[in-house]
T-cell receptor, first 115, second 117 residues
Framework: DTEVTQTPKHLVMGMTNKKSLKCEQH?????MYWYKQKAKKPPELMFV???????INESVPSRFSPECPNSSLLNLHLHALQPEDSALYLC??????????????FGNGTRLTVT | AQSVAQPEDQVNVAEGNPLTVKCTYS??????LFWYVQYPNRGLQFLLK????DNLVKGSYGFEAEFNKSQTSFHLKKPSALVSDSALYFC???????????????WGLGTSLAVNP
């Protein structure tokens, strides 16, 4: 069982909808991440939060809006998405705040379909 | 340019046989190397890492990997494959040159492992 919990597991939304993805970890990790993954491809980094502050935004379109309410929670707010945004969205956490200094712990992801 | 290569898109092996999934890298400085596995409809799971020390690293589920600095490789191995090992495997390397928010974790394209009964 994963120690990073993501909800919902599946989400279908229209291009005019607003929805949110949620992620929770209770390992005391200091960094949390959002990744986007297309089928059979490596994950693509979107955002990094360190100590609840946004530290990296990989030039992600503004229709994706991250939020870190506290050290255990990470949200990704979605608005006016495009069909090409359909993908598996993965949340991850790590003990160390610098990317790659410690292993990433991933959730099982939210499978997003934009219609 | 910094890069990670997994030269095989697919590896097929019979159950009980040894398996190897290859990874080579090109980064500046001392690399931190990772292997992750992704089972169908799941997130990625960390298998093992090399940061420093013994070149042979042991990880989860009986997997191990050997760091070879001269060949810039970090191949994943298991002495006896199981059908349940069938999954997508990713090699990743942290670049050793950049620091702070400029540091990158570079991913290979993945290797699909099929273990046949």
């Amino acid at each position: 069982d994963t120690e990073v919990t993501q909800t919902p597991k599946h989400l279908v939304m229209g291009m005019t909808n607003k929805k949110s993805l949620k992620c929770e970890q209770h390992m005391g990790h200091r960094a949390m991440y959002w990744y986007k993954q297309k089928a059979k491809k490596p994950p693509e980094l979107m955002f990094v939060y360190s100590y609840e502050k946004l530290s990296i935004n990989e030039s992600v379109p503004s229709r994706f809006s991250p939020e870190c309410p506290n050290s255990s929670l990470l949200n990704l707010h979605l608005h006016a998405l495009q069909p090409e945004d359909s993908a598996l969205y993965l949340c991850a956490s790590s003990q160390e705040i610098q990317l790659g200094d410690s292993p990433l712990h991933f959730g099982n992801g939210t499978r997003l379909t934009v219609t | 340019a910094q890069s990670v290569a997994q030269p095989e898109d697919q590896v097929n092996v019979a159950e009980g046989n040894p398996l190897t999934v290859k990874c080579t890298y090109s980064v500046s400085g001392n690399p931190y190397l990772f292997w992750y596995v992704q089972y169908p409809n799941r997130g990625l799971q960390f298998l093992l890492k090399y940061i420093t020390g013994d070149n042979l690293v042991k990880g989860s589920y009986g997997f191990e990997a050997e760091f070879n600095k001269s060949q810039t490789s970090f191949h994943l191995k298991k002495p006896s494959a199981l059908v349940s090992d069938s999954a997508l495997y990713f090699c990743a390397v942290r670049d050793g040159f950049n620091a702070g928010n400029n540091r990158k974790l570079i991913w290979g394209l993945g290797t699909s492992l099929a273990v046949n009964p």
